[in-house]
């Protein structure tokens, strides 16, 4: 049973699409997260739920904006999407501060 | 702000040699410390941590020593194996949930 799972692995769409990223975690922890790494492998933090309230929000543009229907889930919707989207982006669960289980990722490129 | 400060990669080495890591970070107070690694299409994984000053973490044959007065972190494995090529990433937490990674760098060992 994969720990954390994200879908779709790979995602290939046109500027000014909106597009989702679903994520969901087996493992009964309390906070997820969202990251965002660009093709140097420099990775971000986008935003971090802990029982489903926002608790971390970096400086990311208002057209991404995540969900957490349950502790479990954690999705990502980006409207309007631009070339600079283009990235992998992971999602990732902790119960412990600092100890985050990564899903595989996910890849957007945005033509 | 917090920073951490890895060394420019790719890093080569031959299967069987010493391997060091340099990283370095800024932080206030006492930051827990983190490796990760990131195998070629994989999200990151927990290698090892560290909490206080001069703990020592290790984990598959990989070790780090954090040393608060030069504000170092890093890794070192006495014997490489080709199974080790992949991206390695430091991270710091300051305080919450927030981590705080390096720029990656990347290793790759050749038979």
């Known amino acids: 049973d994969t720990a954390v799972s994200q879908t779709p692995k790979y995602l290939v769409t046109q500027m000014g699409n909106d597009k989702s990223i679903k994520c969901e975690q087996n493992?009964?922890?309390?906070?997820m997260y969202w990251y965002k790494q660009d093709s140097k492998k420099f990775l971000k933090i986008m935003f971090s739920y802990n029982n489903k309230e926002l608790i971390i929000n970096e400086t990311v543009p208002n057209r991404f904006s995540p969900k957490s229907p349950d502790k479990a889930h954690l999705n990502l919707h980006i409207n309007s999407l631009e070339l600079g989207d283009s990235a992998v982006y992971f999602c990732?669960?902790?119960?412990?501060?600092?100890?985050?289980?990564f899903g595989e990722g996910s890849r957007l490129t945005v033509l | 702000g917090n920073s951490v400060t890895q060394m420019e990669g790719p890093v080569t080495l031959s299967e069987e040699a010493f391997l060091t890591i340099n990283c370095t970070y800024t932080?206030?107070?006492?930051?827990?410390l983190f490796w990760y690694v990131q195998y070629p299409g994989e999200g990151l994984q927990l290698l090892l941590k560290a909490t206080k000053a001069d703990d020592k973490g290790s984990n598959k044959g990989f070790e780090a020593t954090y040393r608060k007065e030069t504000t170092s972190f890093h890794l070192e494995k006495g014997s490489v194996q080709v199974s080790d090529s992949a991206v390695y990433f430091c991270a710091l937490r300051g305080g919450g949930n927030k981590l705080t990674f390096g720029t990656g760098t990347q290793l790759k060992v050749e038979l």
């Open positions: 932080a206030t107070g006492y930051p827990s």
């Open positions: 990732a669960s902790s119960q412990n501060p600092g100890e985050l289980f």
């Open positions: 493992l009964g922890h309390d906070t």
